[in-house]
């Protein structure tokens, strides 16, 4: 690793586009002439305080270690020209491609540039890998995917996930925030005119119900060869994106690829909170070999470095996690092997059976299921005791188990079923079920029953009609503990994860059609886990906080028998001491749902965003207030998605506006 230098920074500079438009950058670069290898991340978060906090964290570290960091805001994002359209858009994508063009143009820079990002910045750093610019030579991708469909926050297993509202929600919030008068002097207009031509997200992707190429677009999967840039590729088990890295170890052909998976939530390593570690080494070693060309190790590492959990009390805070760190030198491992278990009535039997049992569940099966992506909120977002969900649902229980059993990949389940309704859907969680009788949640997936095994046709089914599917679990790994048992609970709602169909569907499953298919480890010697170290000391962002962040989190059930989650998370406020503006945002959220009608399910969401800045005297004090609203509801033919503004320039409204859209709900 290189010796730390010091390093300057570059508050603000434009990179210009080949169209005239400029994207606002911030740069720490080392002392020194150079040229230098350049790391770019790219985002629409706003560079001058959305990720100010984090970027303080990592930039300047790489930056002492010889690399020019780039930070970019997205076209019509913190003080960007132009408007957002959309993300990993093909205006995103191009305008990303003029970006590394520009570096590896400078005469600081080598011409060789490595991309990092933790989700958005994830996405498109592999996205940017699959158009195979010239200068992007390596990709550090962290809680990304390779499927846009299967794998992010729209759907999953062709159900609709409720966080394609939320989500929307959250970004319809922070793409209403105002440039800084400090830099843009149209400020006013531009900040006005990017909300009013601000697309209806929800609605948009919503219309979208299954795998088509508006999803294929940026879909890295469509082609695996096409990436020819080394990619490290990092997730934790407690996050929702899962299921990338593991595969881009197994399939990606053009270039070395290598999977990481700890304990962490989304986030950075260095900043999980549930076991904090050296993100900066792993990046380090990454980017000097890729970047710089120095034998740093990275090409010797293990295809798969993951942190096998053992079970821990379930809790919905981020606390430490039970297990150990194991490697396979290879992956797909010789090591991990299909174990098929039948099911039986209750359980699993040792051959298919005759039989079947039914599944029907209240619409609020899923109230343990935590956040759909822990790391965003401030706590309390982590799966609980899964027993509540698990009576709610048809389960099968292995006897205790006489040894310990480990499971590292893709569980499947295979079933064949029919039911008494037109559109359906399935969830499988896999449990471990301890002796005192708490449930952990290994992990799960919904399946909507109405889809084909590509997701790209959806079709109605015929109630009494004999079907089969099987499908993958999200990736996973666990060591059940000798006396532990394994359960699989399978149920047709999983609120507010996912989105319920609008009636109650019962599955009659047909037991000798189906399995629960696990892909067992089974290692005699252990290699060398290389697991990353404890995380390191790291600088941090200067401000003076004005207000701690904080949150907190109710269920209740109301006297109609509704049940409702609300949660509030206020993100603090603080002053930049470099810039001297002032921030401070909180959001609250609802789900609502009556356990014996899930059309009654609602989802509501409110942000709320304050700037200021003061001036050299009280007339040239600066204030900026944006509240957002949002809320989602579906009847049995259609969806409703509404969303409404009111923005402040001081006291003073300066808009005000509401939209709302109607989506027919197809097979959903």
Not at 397 to 426: C, N
Not at 493 to 501: E, G, K, L
């Amino acid at each position: 690793m290189t010796a730390q230098t010091p390093i300057t920074v570059t508050e603000h500079l434009w990179i210009p586009l080949p169209d005239g438009r400029r994207l606002a950058a911030r740069m720490w670069m080392p002392a020194g002439e150079g040229p230098f290898p350049a790391i770019l991340e790219y985002l629409p978060y706003r560079k001058r305080d959305g990720t100010a906090p984090r970027d303080a964290t990592t930039h300047p570290v790489f930056a002492t270690h010889g690399y020019a960091c780039v930070r970019v805001d997205i076209t019509g994002s913190g003080d960007s020209d132009g408007r957002f359209d959309d993300e990993y858009s093909e205006q995103e994508l191009s305008d990303g491609e003029a970006v590394l063009d520009w570096i590896a143009a400078q005469g600081w820079s080598t011409g060789r540039v490595g991309m990092i990002g933790i989700s958005w910045g994830g996405f498109n750093g592999l996205q940017m890998a699959y158009r195979r610019p010239e200068a992007l030579k390596a990709v550090v991708s962290v809680a990304s995917t390779v499927d846009r469909y299967a794998d992010d926050i729209h759907f999953m297993g062709g159900c609709l996930l409720s966080d394609n509202k939320n989500w929307a929600s959250q970004m319809f919030a922070y793409m209403t925030r105002p440039l800084d008068p400090n830099l843009r002097s149209d400020w006013r207009a531009e900040w006005l005119g990017r909300i009013n031509d601000l697309p209806f997200m929800a609605a948009d992707w919503l219309r979208h119900p299954t795998r088509d190429a508006f999803w294929k677009h940026g879909s890295v999967c469509e082609d695996w060869a096409a990436i020819q840039a080394p990619v490290l590729a990092i997730t934790g088990w407690a996050d929702a994106y899962v299921n990338a890295p593991p595969a881009l170890a197994a399939k990606m052909t053009g270039a070395p690829a290598k999977a990481l998976m700890g304990p962490w939530e989304h986030r950075y390593a260095h900043i999980s909170q549930i076991e904090a570690a050296d993100f900066h080494g792993e990046v380090l070693r990454w980017f000097d070999q890729y970047l710089k060309g120095e034998e740093a190790g990275a090409a010797g590492l293990p295809d798969y470095r993951v942190f096998m959990q053992e079970f821990t009390e379930p809790s919905p805070k981020n606390l430490p996690q039970n297990g150990r760190w194991v490697a396979e030198a290879k992956w797909p491992s010789p090591h991990v092997s299909e174990v098929v278990w039948p099911l039986a009535e209750g359980g699993f039997a040792p051959d298919p059976r005759a039989g079947t049992a039914t599944v029907k569940s209240p619409a609020t099966v899923g109230q343990a299921g935590g956040y759909f992506c822990p790391g965003i909120r401030i706590d309390n977002e982590r799966p609980g005791d899964q027993t509540v969900d698990d009576r709610g649902s048809t389960c099968f229980d292995s006897t205790p188990l006489q040894a310990p059993m480990e499971i590292l990949g893709r569980p499947r389940v295979r079933l064949a079923f029919s039911v008494d309704k037109p559109v359906a859907q399935v969830v499988a969680r896999l449990c471990d079920v301890a002796p005192s009788g708490q449930s952990q949640r290994i992990t799960y997936r919904p399946r909507n029953l109405c889809h084909d095994d590509s997701h790209e046709v959806a079709t109605k089914l015929v109630p009494g009609r004999r079907y089969e599917v099987e499908f993958e679990l999200n990736e996973c790994a666990h060591r059940l503990l000798a006396g532990h048992q394994l359960r699989l609970a399978l149920s047709t709602s999983y609120w507010p994860i996912v989105w319920p169909a609008s009636e109650a569907a019962e599955i009659t499953l047909h037991l000798e059609g189906c399995a629960l298919i696990l892909p067992e480890r089974r290692v005699e010697v252990e290699i060398d886990a290389m697991a990353p170290s404890a995380a390191r000391d790291y600088p941090r962002y200067k401000a003076e906080v004005l207000e701690a962040p904080w949150g907190e989190a109710e269920t209740r059930i109301e006297a109609d028998g509704t049940h409702v989650l609300e949660s509030f998370d206020s993100y603090g406020a603080a002053q930049d001491l470099t810039h001297g503006q002032r921030v401070s945002s909180n959001v609250r959220m609802r789900y609502a749902i009556h356990p014996d009608d899930p059309a009654t399910a609602r989802f509501d969401c409110n942000w709320v965003f304050n700037f200021a800045r003061d001036g050299e005297g009280e007339e040239d004090d600066w204030g900026v207030r944006i509240e957002t609203d949002s809320w989602m509801t579906g009847d049995r033919e259609n969806f409703t998605l509404w969303r409404g503004i009111k923005a402040y320039e001081g006291d003073k409204v300066v808009l005000t506006r509401e939209w709302q859209e109607t989506v027919p709900r197809g097979c959903l």
